[in-house]
């Protein structure tokens, strides 16, 4: 691979890279705004210029300038190296570079922050970007001096609703672009422009449009700077208070690596980020997957039901040992979860067929949706790959209403609650549930036990393409939810078995016999199948 | 009254030859609620004291972990708190050292003459509490009305009495009031002659004197054996004192003794600590005559200096500045260091160590007390049990810095 230097550090570089790209995979950040690795680079924040050293025996490009001299107050003619946008200079083989050991990259950083600096507002105890904002780590870095521009700033529109997702704050913003971009590029959707010139530039939508589609909250996302800000996390938290686990979108196939913010003060989720995965999502998430970390709180079962009413997770448990007493196991049906994880699915499979007995596995989940090319899948289940992968019989759950209509099935244990068809006709056959979400199947169940949803405990999940990847937990059990491996291990005691797992690594290491991978993957990471 | 009629057998009224159980403290008030000393007791004599610290522990170590740097100085504060200042900088010092900041001279001044302040203030407490414990409570009222003067001057400068967190990473709060030295001027000579006349009051007095003399003696070798610094380690003749053997701050500059005392006793550490007061005066003296008028109190370094206030409401560049340093904290290079300054008690040392973030890995301190109450078993066997009082107050056992 060839190979450049950067502040006397050897840099390799793929043939194409731009000097910061190279940088930013070998972990070195060279400080900028309006590049973004999944972006064009429009050099336009002039942050990340660096001075690149002339071969031997070359004249270096220079330029002439004036310095004023302050003992005498006159201007001097000095001369100065021409410095170069990093984000668009392609790295060559030998090419030295200087970025932090450069006194006229110092100088420039400083000043180029210093213009940045100029009209912004003073809106830090305010704004939802303090904490995680480019503007504030690169003062403490690269400016550090205080204000000398006396002037009142300019004024621009604030709080301006971009649509029903965005609003945008012009004096915030530093015209880095990467929203325009983002759109026009990634969401081939260019609804957004820049207007004006100069300090008067400000982000404008276009003309009878607002800012809408299925991939708004990624303008918020690229935004450098606290310009933009959804409707649903703007005031909501500081995020010097949030915590992260890497998780995994449950929203579709996808299966979008995310990182989960949430305060463990409270035990609440506050909002997705995508994390970067340039095998899955690359650095994107649409806005429906954003927006699904709600789903960790609404529509959940955080109670058991018997006959509907909330009852004690002990008498849900006697109840559903009377129920299955005496049945013979041919007349008892599975049903397996594409939205839970390949733990909880194995250990409802193992209740089902080797506890049981019953051979009579079907699959649940939710009815397809809206796909679209970029990264939306039309499999609205997290994990089909993965009950696929460990029960490859597994039959469609119209079949069961089938079976149950004709009688051929008298008792059902299902996972989840979700279901694609109608289920009405489960009414017909005693039905137990262990799900972390309310569902079709729920006002059907004779007993109900609830289950942790993916933010509260870790799983596996195998997306469309056959990856696993591992979404580690986030939140503590809500109310009396318990990991689903482990409700469904109470429920195999209560009904008279001993079931061979309690704990989730015994389990990860039953599946790494079975197809798919060889071993679970660790904690953020994705094993391609 | 009639006679007992019952006949008794000759010796069954003695006191029984096992010794006796007795518990002083923590309630006890000469044990400042703070220590507890278990005694077995030979008639009035102390056959074995059992002290037992921890009353005052509130982990103070481990809360330092959560917060930034910065936030250390309200719990410094409440280490010794009859002087806090000198508290305050001694972890200031320590920070500064893991960075590498010197602080400019004006702020070197002003912490000598803080601190030596806070130094008086804590002696006179010791001495007069002491006093008082042993039924001379007019001497003590006296020494107190002293360290209402020393308070009233720390109370310009910071605006607090007794817990000031005054001091900061790389200088303090605040620069010198204007008229710091005027009143340091005019308050010094009032302090002195009250406590003369507290002084006049109880060196003149038997039974004073002889409640404190050759009481809780203990010899220079053991004493520092024991890790005895400070007040208690000079009264028996050893003259360490960080100031003169380790100069820190500006203390090679200015001229003062160190008093020393003979026995080990009391009664020598009653005077030795009178002795530091007057030493004490002489430094702020000196500190007042060399303290510059004007100029940066504070180092320049953005990193963990905060802002000016009005800068920070009125311009983007303090406001993040202002934010980076408090909600992240000032940066210190990952590392360790041991820093140890002359407290009020003896040396007052820091271990910390920094994993680089803006928050302490660890604080560790070593309180001059903790060796002290250490020997406090040692020099009470085989004493009276009334002379409990004096010897421990003579230790001036604080248990917010003993207690970690």
């Known amino acids: 691979m060839p190979t450049f230097k950067l502040d006397g550090k050897t840099i390799p570089f793929e043939p194409g890279d731009t000097i910061i790209k190279a940088a930013y995979k070998q972990g070195i950040d060279i400080p900028h705004y309006c590049w973004h690795p999944g972006l064009s680079a429009p050099a336009n924040c002039r942050m990340c210029l660096v001075e690149i050293l002339p071969k031997a025996g070359q004249r270096p490009l220079s330029l002439d300038v004036l310095e004023l001299d302050p003992k005498t107050g006159e201007y001097k003619v000095k001369q100065k190296p021409k410095l170069q946008p990093a984000c668009y200079m392609a790295a060559a083989e030998g090419m030295e570079v200087a970025a932090d050991t450069s006194e006229h990259v110092v100088r420039a950083r400083h000043d180029v922050q210093e213009y940045l600096l100029l009209n912004h507002p003073v809106d830090c105890p305010i704004c939802d970007q303090s904490g995680e904002c480019s503007l504030q780590d690169y003062w403490l870095l690269h400016m550090k001096t205080q204000k000398r521009m006396q002037d009142e700033p300019v004024h621009k529109p604030k709080g301006v609703v971009f649509g029903p997702t965005i609003v945008y704050d012009g004096e915030r913003c530093v015209m880095c672009t990467r929203c325009i971009r983002f759109m026009s590029e990634i969401a081939k959707d260019p609804v957004l422009d820049m207007r004006e010139r100069g300090n008067l530039n400000e982000i404008t939508v276009a003309p009878g449009r607002e800012l809408d589609g299925h991939y708004t909250f990624m303008t918020e996302h690229v935004c450098p700077v606290g310009a933009l800000t959804t409707k649903d996390f703007r005031f909501k938290a500081r995020v010097w208070f949030l915590r992260t686990a890497p998780s995994v979108c449950q929203g579709c196939a996808t299966g979008c690596n995310a990182h989960l913010d949430y305060d463990p003060r409270y035990n609440k989720a506050y909002r997705y980020r995508p994390r970067d995965n340039e095998a899955v999502n690359k650095y994107w998430m649409c806005d429906e997957g954003m927006l699904s970390y709600k789903e960790a709180h609404d529509g959940r079962v955080i109670d058991a039901l018997v006959g509907g009413r909330v009852a004690p997770v002990v008498k849900a448990l006697e109840e559903a040992r009377s129920l299955f007493a005496g049945v013979a196991p041919t007349s008892v049906a599975i049903v397996l979860s594409a939205r839970h994880s390949l733990e909880d699915n194995w250990a409802m499979r193992e209740l089902g067929t080797v506890l049981l007995g019953s051979k009579n596995v079907y699959v649940s989940g939710r009815p397809d949706g809206y796909r679209d090319d970029i990264l939306i899948h039309r499999d609205k289940n997290s994990n089909a790959r993965g009950v696929q992968q460990i029960a490859p019989g597994a039959r469609p759950l119209k079949a069961l209403l089938d079976d149950v209509a004709a009688s051929r099935i008298t008792h059902v244990i299902a996972l989840g609650a979700d279901a694609p068809v109608d289920p009405a006709a489960l009414g017909g056959a005693k039905l137990v549930v262990v799900a972390a979400h309310a569902g079709p199947l729920v006002p059907l169940a004779a007993v109900v036990l609830p289950a942790t949803s993916w933010a509260e405990h870790a799983g596996t999940y195998v997306n469309a393409k056959g990856m696993r990847q591992v979404s580690e937990k986030a939140l503590e059990p809500l109310g009396a939810s318990k990991p689903a491996y482990k409700q469904i291990a109470e429920l195999a005691t209560a009904l008279g078995y001993e079931p061979s797992w309690s704990k989730l690594s015994q389990i990860r290491s039953q599946l790494m016999g079975t197809a798919g991978a060889d071993a679970p993957a660790p904690p953020g990471a994705t094993v391609v199948a | ?404």
């Open chain 2, 1 to 404: 009254m009639e006679p007992l009629d019952v006949e008794l057998e000759e010796g069954e009224l003695e006191l029984p030859a096992e010794p006796m159980h007795l518990n002083m403290g923590p309630s006890h008030p000469a044990m400042h609620g703070t220590v507890r000393i278990v005694l077995e007791l030979s008639g009035e004599t102390i056959v074995k004291a059992d002290v037992q610290i921890g009353y005052l522990h509130r982990g103070f170590e481990k809360m330092c972990e959560r917060g930034t740097w910065a936030q250390v100085f309200p719990y410094v504060d409440r280490l010794n708190y009859v002087s806090p200042m000198l508290n305050n900088v001694g972890y200031a010092l320590a920070v500064e050292k893991m960075c590498g900041l010197v602080v400019p001279d004006r702020c070197q001044w002003y912490r000598m003459a803080l601190g030596e302040l806070a130094r008086i203030s804590d002696h006179l407490t010791c001495d007069g509490a002491m006093a008082m414990e042993l039924g001379a409570f007019t001497p003590f009222l006296w020494f107190i009305k002293a360290r209402e003067m020393v308070w009233d001057l720390l109370e310009e400068e910071t605006g607090a009495r007794l817990t000031h967190s005054f001091g900061r990473i790389g200088g303090m709060a605040s620069p010198p009031t204007p008229d710091f030295k005027g009143l340091c001027r005019a308050a010094l000579p009032k302090i002195l002659e009250l406590v003369e006349e507290g002084e006049r009051m109880l060196l003149k007095n038997r039974i004073f004197l002889e409640r404190l003399e050759n009481v809780g003696t203990i010899s220079g070798a053991d004493a520092t054996a024991l890790g005895w610094t400070g007040p208690c380690l000079r009264a028996t003749g050893v003259p360490y004192d960080i100031r003169k053997a380790h100069p820190y701050l500006k203390y090679d500059e200015v001229d003062f003794d160190v008093p020393v005392g003979t026995k080990g006793d009391t009664l020598d550490r009653f005077l030795v600590r009178l002795g530091e007061i007057r030493q004490s005066k002489r430094i702020i003296e000196q500190v007042i005559e060399h303290m510059p008028d004007d100029g940066p109190v504070n180092v320049g370094d953005p990193h963990v200096i905060l802002p000016e206030k009005n800068a920070v409401y009125t311009t983007i560049e303090a406001t993040i500045q202002h934010f980076k340093l408090v909600m992240e904290g000032a940066k210190v290079p990952a590392g360790e260091c041991y820093s140890y300054t002359e407290g009020g008690n003896g040396e007052l040392g820091y271990y910390l160590v920094s994993d680089g973030s803006g928050t302490p890995y660890r604080v560790r301190i070593r309180p001059p007390c903790f060796q002290i109450t250490g020997g406090l078993g040692k020099i009470l066997e085989g004493r009276m049990l009334s002379d409990i009082v004096p010897t421990f107050g003579s230790l001036n056992m604080i248990g917010g810095e003993c207690d970690h």
